[in-house]
T-cell receptor
């Protein structure tokens, strides 16, 4: 069935380190792909999206490229900040949004 | 625009009590959803609605009911609260066209429910 697999957290980094959070999906066809972010005590916010193969979504220094061949949508950021500490969810949609289990990122000064 | 508004933000229920979690959207989106998020876990779909008057079950519907009498409102009802329903509940809305919500979902800020 449809599913999203994310790398398990927590991911612990020092400020200015490079971030990669892996995400792969299993779906019928070529769905739109999303990354959502959840800051402590808040709801989910759309971080970035890509709607077709080879599209790159970007926002706030984060990037992810829709890789059809590997069914992946890995999240990257070149230099993380303490304020990036949050839980990151990979997701794709048909008429329902299918989430991964989330990856907690902790960035220390 | 307010987007998606959920009330209440927090609630403590005793076992066997009932309550309704309210969700309202002002974006005229056709689809609405209820998810629950358990500690350290992802989101699981409880129920969803593709439009006024139409609802359908998600992954974990047992113990819940919903209704969608208008485009704007999608309340979630717990009839006999159980400790297993302790969770954070998120409502979301999306414009779905040709089977896809290409612009993503807009989430409410959540309702933290504790059943004791």
């Amino acid at each position: 069935g449809d599913s999203v697999t994310q790398m398990e957290g927590p991911v612990t980094l020092s400020e200015e380190a490079f971030l990669t959070i892996n995400c792969t999906y299993t779906a019928t066809g070529y769905p739109s792909l999303f990354w959502y972010v959840q800051y402590p005590g808040e709801g989910l916010q759309l971080l970035l999206k890509a709607t077709k193969a080879d599209d790159k979504g970007s926002n706030k220094g984060f990037e992810a490229t829709y890789r059809k061949e590997t069914t992946s949508f890995h999240l990257e950021k070149g230099s993380v900040q303490v304020s990036d500490s949050a839980v990151y969810f990979c997701a794709f949609n048909t008429d329902k949004l299918i989430f991964g289990t989330g990856t907690r990122l902790q960035v220390f000064p | 625009n307010a987007g998606v508004t959920q009330t209440p933000k927090f609630r403590i229920l005793k076992i066997g009590q009932s309550m309704t979690l309210q969700c309202t959207q002002d974006m005229n989106h056709n689809y609405m959803y209820w998810y629950r998020q358990d500690p350290g876990m992802g989101l699981k779909l409880i129920y969803y609605s593709v439009g006024a008057g139409i609802t359908d079950k998600g992954e974990v519907p047992n113990g819940y009911n919903v209704s969608r009498s208008t485009t704007e409102d999608f309340p979630l009802r717990l009839e006999l609260a159980a400790p297993s329903q302790t969770s954070v509940y998120f409502c979301a809305a999306a414009w779905v066209s040709a089977g896809e919500a290409n612009y993503g979902y807009t989430f409410g800020s959540g309702t933290r429910l504790t059943v004791v």
